[in-house]
């Protein structure tokens, strides 16, 4: 045999071997792979951890704000559990009200059974009845707290103050209520509970009040200065001369304790940028990014408690400045809840500082541009990391520091976000004077029903022989009917009046009139200067009420068969 033949055989087997070593281990590559796919299963968020949830509710391709006109959902929304460091309290169930009552049996009165004779209201056997009363009647809201029941108007009248969450209700806060109840006697003498009042009724069960007037907030705002954080801020009330304040709610501007703390303090910076005056959803977008940066660097935020508000929802069409975030949000949630300093205290304690200690003023970082990475600043050491957004639209958003990579390390925390406190307070006194038990139907008109080109049947399918029609399929006759709408004619829907019992928000101005709590006190928080209930407060308390109804009747899911953002869109 020639040595050229076999080498050539001895090649030819070589490579054989080796095309049948390739197979065999691309053949268990692939059985491997196969297993994986077949047994991995991933988690899903919506049932993990609140991390997980926050991770999923913030993901958005590129961290980029996407245009939405509806209402955005904050941390209530998302259902998040309360913290290990919080005890939440159990709400009041049968079991529990069953157990008062026989311990409270042996206390009902012993005296000659007289119907006329007047009502002990700290007798214990009434609470309880009041309790079993609430629970078959308010199904829908969990109590969490009783008050001892005092003496109504009437002899055989007890008020009751309680504390309460919807059972919709995603954040973990509570509300108040306190009615009057009517107490009589059964054929056996035994108490019992013949009805209650409506919302807010049992006046005499309700709670204290802190009136301030100009002379106790400025003695209490110079008592500031020592370092109490909880002392109200420093304003000067031109009118009314006493104003009445919430003592449930906080709204204190958090203070630096003194100057040492200060200096040896880490703080991130925002200057304002383009985002100012953009709509609510824009605005909380970037918000929400500069507050996750804070976090990920480990770093108070410098917050700027002064917003403008869109012109989308003013009375004149113009954006408006001055408007407070605690109008808007819940600004005692927030900064229980993470680290921050208010802007304008914040630069005067910077100028101070640097004022008297020329020798060691404070560092600052100065990062001009959005593309310098929250990563590169993580071991930065300087007292005041700075951002500046001075170019041009769009690179001048707060939200673009959130892009690229960024999006990786650093998560918005929608839980920090709640709604203010004083418009759930109304959108609880609305859900309330409806006793929890009724349905609502959203309907939107506006510049979308004039808008024939995108949505060409919105206008007809919300007519109101149409909504009639519709409402028919999903609502019983006479029932009580929230209409959460934009359409400023109020009359608009009287044609449903005569099947449902109709409430639309103006039905309510009282809670925000200015003999209401929200009025004094959002005016306290204004210098003592009325606050203009205005478009995005009506949305917001609109929708939340929505939230709230047994049935829900959507527009674009019920009403018509337009797309919600216009023709092609669904």
């Given at each position: 045999m020639k040595p050229e033949s076999t080498a050539e055989s001895f090649g030819h087997s070589l490579l054989k071997v080796v095309s049948n070593v390739c197979f065999v281990f691309f053949v268990v590559a692939v059985l491997i792979f196969t297993v994986i796919a077949v047994t991995y299963k991933p988690p899903d968020p919506w049932l993990e951890s609140s991390k997980a949830m926050d991770k999923l509710f913030s993901a958005v391709e590129n961290a980029t704000f996407k245009q939405d006109d509806s209402i955005v959902r904050t941390g209530e929304d998302i259902g998040l559990a309360p913290s290990l460091a919080m005890k939440e309290e159990k709400p009041v169930t049968s079991k529990t009200v069953q157990i008062e009552e026989a311990n409270a049996a042996n206390q009902v009165p012993t005296a000659e059974c007289n119907p006329d004779r007047a009502i002990n209201c700290s007798d214990p056997i009434i609470l309880v009845l009041i309790k079993k009363f609430n629970l078959k009647v308010f199904p829908t809201i969990n109590i969490f707290f009783y008050q001892v029941p005092v003496q109504g108007s009437k002899s055989n009248e007890c008020d009751v103050a309680w504390r309460f969450r919807s059972k919709k209700e995603k954040s973990w806060r509570k509300y108040r209520d306190f009615r009057r109840y009517t107490i009589g006697f059964d054929l056996t003498c035994d108490y019992k509970v013949i009805g209650a009042g409506r919302w807010h009724s049992g006046k005499n069960a309700r709670p204290l009040k802190v009136r301030k007037d100009p002379h106790v907030v400025n003695k209490t705002s110079s008592q500031a200065n020592t370092g109490n954080i909880?002392?109200?801020?420093?304003?000067?009330?031109?009118?009314?001369?006493?104003?009445?304040?919430?003592?449930?709610?906080?709204?204190?501007?958090?203070?630096?304790?003194?100057?040492?703390?200060?200096?040896?303090?880490?703080?991130?910076?925002?200057?304002?940028?383009?985002?100012?005056?953009?709509?609510?959803?824009?605005?909380?977008?970037?918000?929400?990014?500069?507050?996750?940066?804070?976090?990920?660097?480990?770093?108070?935020?410098?917050?700027?408690?002064?917003?403008?508000?869109?012109?989308?929802?003013?009375?004149?069409?113009?954006?408006?400045?001055?408007?407070?975030?605690?109008?808007?949000?819940?600004?005692?949630?927030?900064?229980?809840?993470?680290?921050?300093?208010?802007?304008?205290?914040?630069?005067?304690?910077?100028?101070?500082?640097?004022?008297?200690?020329?020798?060691?003023?404070?560092?600052?970082?100065?990062?001009?541009?959005?593309?310098t990475s929250p990563m590169r600043l993580k071991k930065d050491k300087s007292v005041i990391i700075w951002r500046q957004f001075d170019?041009?639209?769009?690179?001048?958003?707060?939200?673009?520091?959130?892009?690229?990579?960024?999006?990786?390390?650093?998560?918005?925390?929608?839980?920090?976000?709640?709604?203010?406190?004083?418009?759930?307070?109304?959108?609880?006194?609305?859900?309330?004077?409806?006793?929890?038990?009724?349905?609502?139907?959203?309907?939107?008109?506006?510049?979308?029903?004039?808008?024939?080109?995108?949505?060409?049947?919105?206008?007809?399918?919300?007519?109101?022989?149409?909504?009639?029609?519709?409402?028919?399929?999903?609502?019983?006759?006479?029932?009580?009917?929230?209409?959460?709408t934009n359409e400023p004619d109020y009359h608009y829907f009287d044609k449903l009046r005569s099947h449902f019992k109709v409430s639309l928000l103006d039905d309510y101005k009282d809670l925000w009139g200015k003999d209401s709590e929200w009025f004094n006190e959002t005016a306290l928080l204004n210098k003592g200067q009325a606050v203009e209930f205005d478009g995005y407060m009506r949305v917001a308390v609109d929708t939340e009420v929505f939230y709230r109804a047994k049935t829900r009747v959507e527009t674009f899911n019920n009403l018509t068969k337009d797309c919600k953002d216009g023709i092609n869109t669904c």
């Open positions: 909880n002392n109200p801020i420093s304003t000067t009330l031109s009118a009314p001369s006493v104003l009445v304040t919430d003592e449930v709610i906080n709204d204190a501007i958090p203070l630096p304790t003194s100057e040492s703390t200060f200096r040896k303090g880490k703080y991130l910076y925002y200057s304002r940028g383009g985002d100012y005056c953009k709509e609510m959803n824009h605005y909380l977008w970037s918000l929400l990014c500069a507050l996750g940066e804070a976090q990920y660097l480990n770093r108070t935020f410098v917050m700027d408690l002064s917003m403008c508000l869109s012109s989308k929802y003013t009375a004149n069409n113009k954006d408006e400045e001055g408007k407070d975030f605690r109008y808007y949000f819940d600004f005692e949630h927030l900064k229980e809840s993470t680290s921050i300093v208010e802007e304008e205290q914040f630069l005067k304690e910077w100028k101070k500082w640097d004022r008297e200690h020329k020798k060691d003023r404070i560092p600052v970082r100065n990062v001009n541009d959005y593309k170019a041009p639209e769009p690179d001048n958003y707060w939200y673009r520091v959130c892009e690229g990579r960024a999006e990786k390390f650093v998560q918005r925390p929608w839980q920090l976000i709640w709604k203010s406190k004083r418009l759930m307070n109304i959108v609880s006194a609305i859900s309330g004077s409806l006793d929890w038990d009724f349905d609502a139907v959203h309907v939107v008109r506006g510049e979308k029903a004039q808008n024939k080109e995108l949505w060409p049947n919105l206008d007809q399918d919300t007519s109101p022989d149409s909504i009639l029609g519709k409402l028919t399929n999903f609502i019983h006759d006479q029932r009580k009917l929230y209409i959460a």
